[in-house]
């Protein structure tokens, strides 16, 4: 944990609660931290000394509030693919889309399909 408070993957997580535990423990002070795998929006931070739990936002809520770490490690190979910026939010938003788009086109019917369906009488 530093003065611009925890980095995950990329992503920050800061709050006043957590700049406030900085100061109360000083600046080296270590915490615990927990990740829900399914959303990535927010961490909870957990003093070593106190015990106390901290649940902390990403600054970027936009982007990680509900994704899941998967699906954010494939927005950053996808831009690692593309020789993008890895630390860029917007490009991260892009990204993001562009593979919910991909996903979203994969479940449509395909229309130049002749397949019937039909049903037993």
């Given at each position: 944990m530093t003065h611009r408070g925890i980095e995950f993957k990329s992503l920050s997580y800061n709050?006043?609660?957590l700049?406030?535990?900085?100061r109360r423990e000083g600046p080296t002070v270590r915490v615990y931290i927990h990740i829900d795998e399914n959303d990535i929006g927010s961490i909870d931070v957990m003093s070593r000394k106190s015990s106390k739990v901290y649940t902390v936002p990403a600054l970027c809520q936009d982007y990680a509030r509900g994704l899941s770490l998967v699906r954010h490690e494939e927005i950053l190979e996808y831009r690692r693919l593309r020789r993008?910026?890895?630390?860029?939010?917007?490009?991260w938003l892009q990204a993001k889309s562009a593979i919910a788009?991909?996903?979203d086109e994969s479940h449509k019917p395909n229309p130049t399909s002749n397949t019937t369906i039909r049903r037993k009488s």
């Open positions: 709050s006043a609660e700049a406030e535990l900085r993008e910026k890895q630390y860029d939010v917007e490009g788009h991909v996903i």
